[in-house]
């Protein structure tokens, strides 16, 4: 039967800060906010060696043992008699050097490449030193996750859980990054989700649990119109609850929305996790003599001429560009300053020549400079002569 007609909106009582509902124990409360979807730390099971630790994972430092009794330094390393291969290049490799890098640029002029004399050509390398070093960081975190009850709990009552180092945990190959999270055993225990109370289901945060809503074409009324015109508002005829009301979409008119933390089951397992993480940590510092952009030696390659791998790489010594061995002994230290809280399980060091240039022509009784850089004989050249045609047109 339609509700009786009424010219203005009828009084209806709407409780904003809490709801009764059958089967709930937990009421929505928009002033003091959520449930908290965890157990409160102070709750949690005091587990030896883990007292501290929190929801955040925080980083766990490897005991001095580990450090002091398991690392072996590669002896240092005299290079005073390293091969370094001939850096020459003849004026007709830079000739063609240069014209293939003036046939790139489609404004550029061919005359002066393909004329102008060189004064002085100056070979040289410039030195890349990189040093990589293979770390292991160990995190620990609580951790609580949906529990069904189909899986056995692994809870203290099983033994002393293992501290977070003395669990072996390999990683499939060194100077590759990694991630691996595992249970601690003995850590586990089962809590009652706070969010729903164990119940499985929360209030509907739109309808606040009652399963509808005001239906905003009547503004509740139940009707649409006035007068004689009114007729029965077609957009909340067929609600549940009745006229003036919208069944609620989100939870489909039941006041209940499944509970997210445990997923409905209205219990957590609750345990530490270890979270291991390899990565490689790289440090690359370039020696040259030439104003070439440091930049433009990322996009050519050059010669290895020493490599060297071990637990710990000790600082070189005698290279004959004594900036490399100042280098070496600087990027070494700042690695073992900045991984102090991580295990470092392999390094490795390395010395990349890369053969560079320098060119002085006259062009119109004027001296000017280009380089040369790389295997590749890349061309940086940036008073080139002729670098806008006649076809050009500057807006």
Known sequence: MPPPRRSSMHSMSISRRGSSIKGHQTEFDEDSGVAPSVPPLEIMEK???????????????????????????????????????????????????LNYYVSKHCCYGTSPAKT??????????????????????????????????????????????????????????????????IQVPHTSSVKQCLRCAGSGSILCSECRGKGWVRCITCNGEGYSGEGPDQEVCIHCRVSKHGYGRQDCYPCKASGKLLCPPCESTGLLLCYIQLTVTWKTNTSEKIVKKTCLPEKLFNMVTGKEIFSEEGQRVAPLRGFPDESINDVSAELIESHSTRFSDHNIISQRHSITAVPTASVTYLWKGEERHFYLYGLENKIHAPNYPQTCCWGCNVL
């Open 47 to 97: 587990i030896p060696g883990y007292e501290n630790i929190t929801y955040e994972a925080e980083t766990v430092q490897p005991p001095p043992k580990r450090i002091q009794n398991e690392v072996k330094i590669e002896p240092r390393k005299d290079l005073g008699r390293i091969s370094i291969p001939d850096a020459q290049i003849t004026e007709e490799e830079i000739r063609d050097a």
């Open 116 to 181: 102008i004399d060189f004064t002085l050509i100056q070979p040289t390398y410039t030195f890349q030193y990189k040093l990589e070093t293979f770390t292991e960081r160990r995190e620990s975190s609580w951790v609580c996750v949906p529990y069904n009850g189909s899986s056995e709990v692994d809870g203290p009552e099983n033994g002393d859980p293992p501290l977070a180092w003395d669990i072996e945990v390999i990683p499939k190959g060194r100077f590759e990054t990694e991630v691996k999270s």
